[in-house]
């Protein structure tokens, strides 16, 4: 798969799924772990006044308008038109922009963090690198990258989602050593990492990483 295949691919399946998507996510954060919030938090603190913030596949914009709340200069970026203008509609305050996460609309050493929220199991293992490779070229010197998402050893392509609905989008889940080992080819240093719920159904990962002064 190209990274047009997928980029594209992605793009109109989430068009597709928008609404009902916002409507998971919706009902998804009212059961999120504690340590999920504090990982946000901790994002938050790092980052606040420091600079300008992205939420690098932002989708409805939810957790974008948590850390807007939490004082951060941040704005999101997601390839759904769709799901940009659910978020736009939400939260007219903040900067939402159509864009992918392989192409970030910021200049190199810009942003002071970068959160990239549940996405980068769409992203092929070929690709991998080449994206954590560019928020380690976007962020300034100190910047905080927050990474979190599907834990496990598997790929396949997802379907149909959110409502019985088409989709087509990679879904690759990573063990936390391989999401680790590919941040530090890229010259991060991990602050903290961690596994939530491992023995549940849907296993999920965290890492919290910087970019060196």
């Not at 901790?42 to 989708?59: H, Q, R, T």
């Not at 992203?123 to 905080?144: M, N, T, Y």
Request: overall charge negative; hydrophobic content about 40%; proline content about 6%.
């Amino acid at each position: 798969m190209t990274d047009i295949d997928w980029i594209e691919s992605t793009r109109s399946s989430y068009d597709t799924v928008a609404d009902s998507y916002t409507d998971f996510v919706d009902a998804a954060i009212g059961h999120w772990d504690p340590f999920v919030w504090a990982f946000l938090d901790a994002f938050a603190a790092l980052s606040k006044a420091k600079g300008p913030v992205l939420d690098a596949g932002c989708g409805p914009g939810r957790v974008t308008a948590h850390l807007k709340d939490k004082g951060l200069d941040i704005s999101g970026i997601d390839l759904s038109p769709r799901l940009i203008e659910i978020a736009r509609t939400h939260r007219p305050d903040i900067d939402f922009t159509v864009g992918s996460i392989t192409q970030l609309p910021v200049d190199a050493a810009h942003l002071a963090g970068i959160i990239c929220w549940w996405v980068l199991h769409h992203v092929p293992d070929d690709s991998i690198g080449a994206v954590i490779g560019q928020f380690f070229e976007k962020l300034q010197p100190g910047g905080v990258l927050l990474l979190g998402g599907h834990l496990g050893s598997s790929t396949h392509t997802k379907t149909e989602g959110y409502g019985g609905h088409p989709m087509n989008v990679h879904m690759a889940k990573r063990p936390l050593e391989d999401v680790a080992e590919t941040l530090e080819e890229n010259d991060f240093v991990i602050d903290l990492q961690a596994t939530l719920d491992p023995r549940s159904t849907a296993p999920s990962l965290v890492v919290l990483a910087h970019k060196p002064m």
